[in-house]
């Protein structure tokens, strides 16, 4: 080997050894790079599932405090005090609350019963169905429009259209639940789109969904609906008329009987929306929707307070109580002197009172003249032009200004076509119990009545006094039944009302001195 290779040789190694050293170096630093650059990665994933973790536990308290708070409470308790004491505890609450139940209902169900039941109800039916049950019935919003997606990456930003993806579906979301003992009010947020009349639509959809008789549709705010869903009848068995007795009366919430919702239903016998018209074919139950709010305006009566005036075509119904009615007819003649007496009363009263009040108070002086009027057809269809004439224009004029003066109308019909009840439009409250056709609904309370919910023509016969009503601070009809009264009862009424005896009324042990 000559000098030269010797030297190039020599300084090749060189070379490479410096090479291989620098590399050793270069090495080293990244891997230190890298490696901190791995613990900084674990750290922040660490600390930002934590973040995370803290703002799902924190949402979930907020949205869901009773069950967050149960499961904290249950789960302290079996690390400090140990599960056998749990279950001891548990079961003595448990018999605690069937004994209370047992023995008062109404207030355990108050308390607890209802309570428990939503919660049961919200967890185990609704969160998990109805989103279900809503996009089958059409009530989802599809996103459609083309939103984009970035996604933020350690080398820059990178764009995702999201017509690559599955568009969205968006679905109501279960805001509340409220069981009930017959009714479960479901409170569902609207999604952008939609509106409260879409719910109305598929109120039927939804009951068959849901595997019950009813469902109805409530706004309670300008995006949110309760959507009702009934699971057992409350009005199934016959409603008693409270006993006579001398209790407060007031005419503008006079008790009628109970709603659906298992409440109290009053009607307005004197003022705003007091004039009545009553349809229902016959056997529906007509006469108890009379007689019931009379036998609870007793006192009234009795005092002077309010003078009934009755018309009974059929010459029956309401003569089985005759000395109740200030006035009687049963004729067209007499009905048409019964109105036009009572519209003379009105006039003299106006003059009396013009420019004085805006609405007559009642009193033994001016007592609320109270018009029953059954089958009503029968005089403004099925009698003569002129009296039938005659008689619409006087019961328009008592309907039209009788509600200031003291002047109610409430009228009982079998058929209520415009061509029975000319005047049908007049009387601003309307109760349909059961009738033939399912048009009749709609010609009682309205366009729209049966889509939402009044399905008067399917009450059965058995349900008399059943009917609905229309418009009484919940959005879709309202079924009711109508306290019944027997012919006791119309009896004792008669006796208390005549004064002078002593009546004795079923379910009221003591009598009252009339
Ligand atoms: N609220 C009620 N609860 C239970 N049963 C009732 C009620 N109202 C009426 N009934 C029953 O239905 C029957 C018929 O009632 P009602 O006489 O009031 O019918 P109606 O509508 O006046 O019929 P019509 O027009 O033929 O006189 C009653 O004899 C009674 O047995």
């Known amino acids: 080997?000559?000098?030269?290779?010797?030297?190039?040789?020599?300084?090749?190694?060189?070379?490479?050894?410096?090479?291989?050293?620098?590399?050793?170096?270069?090495?080293?630093?990244?891997?230190?790079?890298?490696?901190?650059?791995?613990?900084?990665?674990?750290?922040?994933?660490?600390?930002?599932?934590?973040?995370?973790?803290?703002?799902?536990?924190?949402?979930?308290?907020?949205?869901?405090?009773?069950?967050?708070?149960?499961?904290?409470?249950?789960?302290?308790?079996?690390l400090w005090l140990g599960w056998l004491s749990l279950v001891v505890t548990a079961t003595v609450v448990t018999a605690g609350l069937l004994s209370w139940r047992r023995f008062h209902l109404v207030s355990f169900d108050q308390w607890a019963g209802g309570p428990l039941r939503s919660w049961w109800f919200r967890w185990a039916v609704y969160m998990p169905k109805l989103p279900g049950w809503l996009h089958a019935c059409g009530l989802s919003v599809k996103d459609d429009t083309v939103p984009v997606d970035v996604t933020v990456t350690l080398v820059g930003c990178k764009k995702i259209n999201r017509d690559q993806q599955e568009s969205r579906v968006h679905v109501p979301r279960v805001r509340r639940v409220k069981s009930g003992a017959s009714w479960d009010e479901v409170r569902v947020v609207l999604v952008p789109g939609q509106k409260p009349e879409d719910f109305d639509e598929a109120a039927r959809?939804?009951?068959?969904?849901?595997?019950?008789?009813?469902?109805?549709?409530?706004?309670?705010?300008?995006?949110?609906?309760?959507?009702?869903?009934?699971?057992?009848?409350?009005?199934?068995?016959?409603?008693?008329?409270?006993?006579?007795?001398?209790?407060?009366?007031?005419?503008?919430?006079?008790?009628?009987?109970?709603?659906?919702?298992?409440?109290?239903?009053?009607?307005?016998?004197?003022?705003?929306?007091?004039?009545?018209?009553?349809?229902?074919?016959?056997?529906?139950?007509?006469?108890?929707?009379?007689?019931?709010?009379?036998?609870?305006?007793?006192?009234?009566?009795r005092d002077g307070l309010v003078r009934v005036s009755g018309i009974d075509p059929k010459g029956m119904e309401l003569a089985y109580g005759r000395d109740i009615f200030?006035?009687?007819?049963?004729?067209?003649?007499?009905?048409?002197?019964?109105?036009?007496?009572?519209?003379?009363?009105?006039?003299?009263?106006?003059?009396?009172?013009?420019?004085?009040?805006?609405?007559?108070?009642?009193?033994?002086?001016?007592?609320?003249?109270?018009?029953?009027?059954?089958?009503?057809?029968?005089?403004?269809?099925?009698?003569?032009?002129?009296?039938?004439?005659?008689?619409?224009?006087?019961?328009?004029?008592?309907?039209?200004?009788?509600?200031?003066?003291?002047?109610?109308?409430?009228?009982?019909v079998q058929e209520p076509t415009k061509e029975t009840v000319p005047v049908r439009e007049l009387f601003p409250r309307r109760i349909c119990l059961r009738v033939t056709a399912k048009s009749h609904v709609g010609m009682v309370l309205g366009d729209q009545a049966y889509e939402r919910g009044a399905w008067a023509n399917r009450i059965g016969e058995s349900e008399a006094g059943t009917g609905y009503v229309w418009g009484e601070g919940i959005r879709e009809p309202l079924r009711v039944r109508a306290g019944w009264v027997p012919d006791e009862t119309v009896k004792a009424l008669e006796a208390f009302v005549a004064g002078g005896s002593v009546v004795s009324l079923p379910g009221f042990e003591g009598g009252v001195a009339a």
């Not at 090495?27 to 791995?38: D, F, N, P, Y």
């Not at 973040?51 to 302290?76: D, M, N, Q």
């Not at 009105?346 to 002086?365: C, I, L, N, Q």
Request: with cysteine; net charge positive; charged share 20%.
């Open 326 to 412: 200030h006035r009687y007819a049963v004729t067209p003649a007499d009905a048409l002197e019964v109105l036009n007496d009572l519209v003379t009363a009105m006039d003299t009263r106006k003059r009396e009172f013009a420019g004085r009040v805006r609405a007559v108070p009642v009193s033994t002086d001016n007592p609320l003249e109270l018009v029953e009027f059954d089958e009503i057809g029968a005089l403004t269809k099925y009698t003569d032009r002129k009296t039938r004439e005659a008689i619409i224009e006087k019961v328009a004029l008592l309907t039209t200004q009788g509600r200031a003066l003291g002047f109610t109308v409430r009228g009982y």
């Open 1 to 78: 080997m000559s000098a030269h290779t010797f030297g190039v040789l020599f300084l090749g190694g060189v070379g490479l050894a410096v090479v291989v050293w620098v590399l050793h170096k270069l090495g080293r630093a990244l891997a230190s790079i890298a490696e901190a650059l791995a613990a900084t990665a674990v750290v922040f994933i660490a600390l930002w599932s934590l973040i995370r973790a803290f703002v799902w536990v924190v949402k979930e308290i907020v949205t869901h405090p009773r069950t967050s708070l149960t499961v904290v409470a249950v789960a302290s308790w079996c």
């Open 205 to 301: 959809a939804l009951a068959s969904a849901r595997k019950v008789s009813r469902c109805q549709v409530r706004e309670v705010g300008p995006n949110v609906v309760s959507l009702d869903f009934q699971r057992r009848d409350l009005l199934a068995a016959p409603v008693q008329c409270p006993p006579l007795d001398e209790g407060r009366v007031d005419l503008r919430r006079v008790w009628a009987g109970r709603t659906e919702y298992g409440q109290d239903w009053h009607l307005p016998l004197y003022g705003s929306g007091s004039h009545t018209l009553v349809a229902g074919a016959s056997g529906a139950g007509k006469n108890s929707v009379m007689w019931c709010p009379l036998v609870s305006i007793a006192p009234a009566i």
